[in-house]
């Protein structure tokens, strides 16, 4: 079955510090990967997407993530760390069928950063 | 453009109240999506519509849960009667092909 690991629940890092959010799935196929996030009482944005071709990918606020089919990974990273970035993460790979993309989402990673 | 649009924000209600939660999707999306997050299960999708016609259901809990999108620009989730399991945060989220985008969600408590 299709389902999406993020081994980490919680990560803190320092303001400036480099963040790397884990990501591993299981999907028979080359799936659609999405990476969203979620700041307090907020939806969920969605911070970048793969579909195919290049395998680093960049999205929005500095965040970029790279697939890596041998290791079934998709992990976000972000060179610099801001205060503003303290939020939920989560993967999710999509699905496509019958016209859309049914999204499996992870357990979601909590990054809390500190001044 | 707006943004999904939810309401209400937040919905306190009794234990065996109806409890009706609305949505509006972004205007030429055709696909509109219920989640469910909870801290024990995470997300989870409730059900999905397709040009307005509910197109897989099998994430609703039980038959106490209903959702309808009589037209293209608004939907609902109904939950009647609640429990206090269904307490949790429900979205809506809508999309024209790949990318979904969430509402603000509903947070609902049932005491």
């Known amino acids: 079955a299709q389902s999406v690991t993020q081994p980490d629940i919680h990560i803190t890092v320092s303001e400036g510090a480099s963040l790397e959010l884990r990501c591993n799935y299981s999907y028979g196929a080359t799936p659609y990967l999405f990476w969203y996030v979620q700041s307090p009482g907020q939806g969920l944005q969605l911070l970048l997407k793969y579909f195919s071709g290049d395998t680093l990918v960049q999205g929005i606020k500095g965040f970029e993530a790279e697939f890596k089919r041998s290791q079934s990974s998709f992990n976000l990273r972000k060179p610099s760390v801001h205060w503003s970035d303290a939020a939920e993460y989560f993967c999710?790979?999509?699905?496509?069928?019958?016209?859309?993309?049914?999204?499996?989402f992870g357990a979601g990673t909590r990054l809390a950063v500190h001044p | 453009d707006a943004g999904v649009i939810q309401s209400p924000r937040h919905e306190v209600t009794e234990m065996g109240q109806e409890v009706t939660l609305r949505c509006k999707p972004i205007?030429?999306?055709?696909?509109l999506f219920w989640y469910r997050q909870t801290m024990m299960r995470g997300l989870e999708l409730l059900i999905y519509f397709n040009n307005n016609v509910p197109i897989d259901d099998s994430g609703m809990p039980e038959d106490r849960f209903s959702a309808k999108m009589p037209n293209a620009s608004f939907s609902t989730l109904k939950i009647q009667p609640s429990e206090p399991r269904d307490s949790a945060v429900y979205f809506c989220?809508?999309?024209?092909?790949?990318?979904?985008?969430f509402g603000p969600g509903t947070r609902l408590t049932v005491t």
């Open positions: 989220a809508s999309s024209l092909k790949d990318e979904q985008y």
């Open positions: 999710a790979v999509g699905l496509f069928s019958g016209g859309y993309n049914k999204l499996i």
């Open positions: 205007s030429g999306h055709d696909y």
